[in-house]
């Protein structure tokens, strides 16, 4: 069984929203955060956002005021909602979960082009 599955990606235009999803299964126990990092061609990957179970929140700066992020805890799943989408926001989109290990999805590609 896949520990995390991603779902949520595509291609959309400068200005407009995507949402992203991460279930982490349920034989992942003792979830402390989930969240999601980003990778860019030729960068290094960077945390995007993060959400603890005390509900505290994270965020990169280049994604304050345009992304929100949350979490469903009964169902183990982690939201990003992207807002006022840029061309430099086009990476492949991680989700990871910190619980007694660390757990990554697949990735799922996010392009913001005309």
């Known amino acids: 069984q896949v520990p995390l599955v991603e779902s949520g990606g595509g291609l959309v235009q400068p200005g407009g929203s995507l949402r992203l999803s991460c279930a982490a299964s349920?034989?992942?126990?003792?979830?402390?955060?989930m969240g999601w990092y980003r990778q860019a061609p030729g960068k290094q990957r960077e945390l995007v956002a993060g959400a603890n179970n005390d509900g505290e929140t994270n965020y990169a700066d280049s994604v304050k005021g345009r992304f929100t992020i949350s979490r469903d805890k009964a169902k183990n799943t982690v939201y990003l909602q992207m807002n006022s989408l840029k061309p430099e926001d086009t990476a492949i989109y991680y989700c990871y979960c910190s619980a007694q290990n660390m757990y990554w999805g697949q990735g799922t590609q996010v392009t913001v082009s005309s």
């Open positions: 349920g034989r992942i126990s003792s979830i402390y955060a």
